[in-house]
């Protein structure tokens, strides 16, 4: 279940990857809160690979098809 609550997980889509400096845009939904950024390709997988209490966090992959 996503936006459980105020301070829980939300979606911040994956906008654009620019190959020369490896790093990836993340825009977040809660403008007011987070502003868009660029972000390394490697701290952004780190930062997906951490524990939230007992769950890892993650990703949705989402297209066309």
Known sequence: LLC?????GHLSPLA?????T?????LDPW???SS???VKLIDF???MHTLDNDT???YILINNN
């Open 31 to 33: 403008a007011s809160y």
């Open 36 to 38: 868009w950024i660029w």
């Open 45 to 47: 997988y780190k930062s």
């Open 56 to 58: 890892y966090r993650g």
């Open 16 to 20: 654009a990857y620019d190959a020369t």
């Open 4 to 8: 459980r609550g105020l301070n829980q």
């Open 22 to 26: 490896d790093r990836v845009l993340l």
